[in-house]
């Protein structure tokens, strides 16, 4: 089983861009399912974007869509999230999860498992 530590949170302007790292330890992280999701306090877990092994399936919710891309660089273990546009709303804590095959999914309880977390705050 691979662990997942993310990277690149930070405090940026409304209108900025952050790039988040997720670093797998472990030879087998091109056979995982990646998917970024963040939470803000007192609310569930919420579904950003996932990637399959391959990279050839990404979906996005849409209050990502056209501003964020997700990717994935199996030479490096990593999956990447790039966010450009930043607005107020997209200030919470960002984990990446992953889960064995190929089957991509938005429900955070499919996913087994998890980094720490990195901080995004955006400020307007």
């Known amino acids: 089983q691979v662990q997942l530590v993310e990277s690149g949170g930070g405090l940026v302007q409304a209108g900025g861009s952050l790039r988040l790292s997720c670093t797998a330890s472990?030879?087998?992280?091109?056979?995982?399912?990646v998917a970024w999701l963040r939470q803000v306090p007192g609310k569930e877990r919420e579904f950003v974007s996932v990637?399959?092994?391959?990279?050839?399936?990404?979906y996005y919710a849409d209050s990502v869509k056209g501003r964020f891309t997700i990717s994935r660089d199996n030479t490096k273990n990593t999956v990447y999230l790039q966010m450009n546009s930043l607005k107020p709303e997209d200030t919470a804590k960002y984990y990446c999860a992953a889960r064995v095959g190929a089957v991509v999914t938005d429900s955070p309880v499919k996913y087994n498992t998890w980094g720490q977390g990195t901080q995004v705050t955006v400020s307007s």
């Open positions: 472990g030879r087998t992280f091109s056979i995982y399912t």
């Open positions: 990637i399959s092994p391959s990279g050839g399936s990404i």
